[in-house]
């Protein structure tokens, strides 16, 4: 099993907040005028979980981008003795087989999020490539504490590869992908992956990941209060997966906080962006060295002057199409197409 880390991130001196990108300030600021950063409460999860007004959930027609995509759910055995695995599949009609396919953890903060929930930004990226997506639905916390989330994903990926041949995909080229929670959850997969054996893993995508429970680096401390995501509500998602008396402590599961992780060896090629101006900067910054420091191999991008799920809520910003196209040509070298 892989060891944990419990040693503490110095409390570094910080300096006043990156500024936001200008072009994404004012979204920033609207965003935050109706949900503050630290809206996230044990007493709210329930509110927050409730469907966005003006939001729609992308059905299976919109998910199907057209028809270039056969959307289907599939329910395959969950961890042993858990509850079954709710897995929404996108297989592409015209594509080269076997295809390349992009395993999805969604985000939410460990606390809220569906398999369809960020799916949209994950077929804009796998399409050119012909690529397929399967994305899993986790259980989440508090009700389903750690590691319920992560075995449920692993679970998941257990699934795809060993039944890679009835949907046309290449067992070789499936890239795990994350985004905030959903990040650390992949990355905790991944590290499951390599200590149990397998399932095999070509790469590792990681948009601003939510590695470290201890919720303590500068850029914690220096975006309290701002953005979409600060570390009050940080705090709340970790607390919820683990315990107030677990977080921060010295018995966290790296598979739980893959910052935990002593060792990074081992790890497929990674890739990991990020906004300067965010709760996790430094957190991600942290996990790319020590991925290097490793041997690993591993690409960072720290975006200036973007907040958390900038790309997402800002798409046409001229930072947002930079950001999607640095991940899109990182997936083009590793798995074609």
């Not at 799916?119 to 397929?132: H, M, N």
């Not at 890239?175 to 997969?189: H, I, R, W, Y």
């Not at 500068?218 to 309290?224: G, W």
């Not at 200036?304 to 640095?326: C, E, I, R, Y």
Request: some cysteine; aromatic content about 6%; charged content about 20%.
């Amino acid at each position: 099993m892989t060891s944990s880390t419990t040693e503490t991130p110095t409390a570094q001196p910080v300096g006043p907040p990156p500024p936001f990108d200008p072009e994404l300030a004012p979204v920033v600021a609207a965003l935050t005028s109706t949900r503050p950063p630290d809206a996230y409460r044990p007493d709210t999860i329930a509110e927050m979980r409730r469907p966005v007004p003006g939001v729609p959930v992308p059905t299976a027609d919109v998910l199907s981008r057209g028809g270039a995509y056969r959307v289907h759910e599939r329910t395959v055995p969950g961890p042993d003795g858990d509850p079954d695995v709710a897995l929404l599949v996108c297989l592409p009609r015209h594509a080269r087989t076997p295809a390349p396919a992009l395993y999805f953890v969604h985000g939410g903060g460990m606390i809220l999020g569906d398999n369809r929930f960020g799916l949209p930004q994950v077929l804009d990226l796998a399409e050119p490539l012909g690529a397929a997506v399967v994305s899993v639905e986790y259980r989440l916390a508090p009700e389903t504490p750690h590691p319920g989330p992560v075995e449920d994903s692993y679970a998941g990926l257990r699934w795809l590869s060993e039944h890679a041949g009835e949907l046309d995909v290449d067992p070789g080229s499936v890239v795990v992908a994350g985004t905030s929670a959903g990040g650390g959850l992949a990355a905790g997969v991944a590290l499951a992956a390599r200590d149990r054996g397998g399932p095999a893993i070509a790469g590792l995508l990681l948009l601003s990941p939510m590695l470290d429970d201890r919720n303590d680096s500068p850029s914690a401390r220096q975006m309290r209060g701002l953005g979409v995501w600060d570390s009050s509500s940080n705090e709340t998602g970790w607390n919820a997966l683990l315990g107030e008396g677990v977080r921060g402590g010295p018995d966290v599961s790296p598979y739980a906080a893959p910052a935990r992780a002593e060792d990074l060896s081992g790890l497929p090629p990674t890739f990991i962006d990020v906004g300067s101006a965010e709760t996790f900067r430094d957190e991600d910054v942290a996990f790319a060295s020590r991925l290097w420091r490793a041997g690993g191999r591993g690409e960072l991008h720290v975006w200036p002057g973007g907040f958390h799920g900038f790309d997402v809520v800002a798409p046409a910003a001229t930072l947002s199409q930079d950001a999607v196209a640095a991940r899109a040509a990182w997936l083009r070298r590793l798995v074609g197409g």
